[in-house]
């Protein structure tokens, strides 16, 4: 994995100066196939193929505490909000919490996010276009 492109991306999405899409492919790009959000441990993690992982900080500052339910019509909310309007990285996070998301992982191969909450519940969104592959 190329570690430096890797932060890079995380920066440019912790900044709001890069869409998803493209960040995505930068990733990729970086040789990551998934990463993780936690934002209990305000970290990132991305994993690639062999094994190896880059962790980078989430340092915002005034997060709300997660919500102890997962409330999945406000997160599709802040979903479609970051998907059509382009709501930034920060304030996505920030309505998330607020929807009690402890974390998810992105899949970028498989194209979706499953997001969880303190109980164990989980809600799984597909990127934009993409869908299950029926068997």
């Known amino acids: 994995m190329n570690t430096e492109s890797i932060v890079a991306a995380a920066r440019a999405s912790l900044a709001g100066t890069a869409p998803f899409p493209e960040i995505v492919a930068q990733l990729l790009a970086a040789g990551v196939e998934y990463y993780h959000v936690d934002y209990v441990g305000l970290q990132q993690t991305f994993y690639g193929p062999g094994g190896g992982t880059v962790v980078t900080p989430i340092p915002f500052e005034n997060l709300p505490s997660v919500a102890a339910e997962l409330d999945t019509a ?62």
């Open 74 to 135: 406000a997160l599709r909310a802040a979903i479609v909000d970051s998907q059509r309007h382009g709501q930034k990285f920060r304030d996505f996070s920030r309505r998330a919490m607020a929807a009690g998301v402890q974390g998810y992982f992105a899949f970028l191969r498989g194209q979706r996010v499953t997001y969880w909450g303190r109980s164990g519940d989980q809600h799984t969104e597909w990127f934009p276009g993409a869908a299950p592959t029926q068997p």
